[in-house]
């Protein structure tokens, strides 16, 4: 068999290379080829603030900029204080779960600086 890389999702290895995507047929996954963990670009690798640091759970940071909260008028303002962030696994494109006074929000890290 050819070195095709496992589905991420059913870890099933009956994939196939679509245009610039790996598919699975026997879940309709689909995954860049480019983001394939054979290429060390895997998405588990660490989360990275603005400035290129480290983050964990349980860390707090400090926000870089004015963030809109889609569908209601809230808005976070930067230099907001974040304590005790989680990053949760499979999350999508937003890296960090976090709680402030004005609720629960997931948000990337790229909007944020380790404290």
């Known amino acids: 068999m050819s070195n095709l890389p496992a589905c991420p999702q059913c870890t099933l290895e009956n994939t196939y290379p679509d245009?610039?995507?790996?598919v699975c047929p026997d879940c309709g996954?689909?995954?860049l080829q480019a983001a394939s963990p054979e290429t060390g670009e895997d998405a588990s690798g660490p989360v990275k603030d603005a400035n290129g640091n480290p983050l964990a759970d349980g860390d707090t940071v400090i926000l870089i900029k004015d963030l809109k909260v889609k569908g209601s008028s809230?808005?976070?303002?930067?230099?907001t204080k974040i304590k005790g962030i989680r990053l949760p696994d499979g999350a999508g494109d937003h890296e960090v779960d976090c709680k402030t006074d004005q609720g629960a929000f997931m948000l990337k890290a790229e909007f944020m600086k380790k404290a």
């Open 19 to 22: 245009g610039d995507n790996y």
């Open 29 to 31: 996954f689909e995954w």
């Open 74 to 79: 809230i808005v976070l303002k930067k230099g």
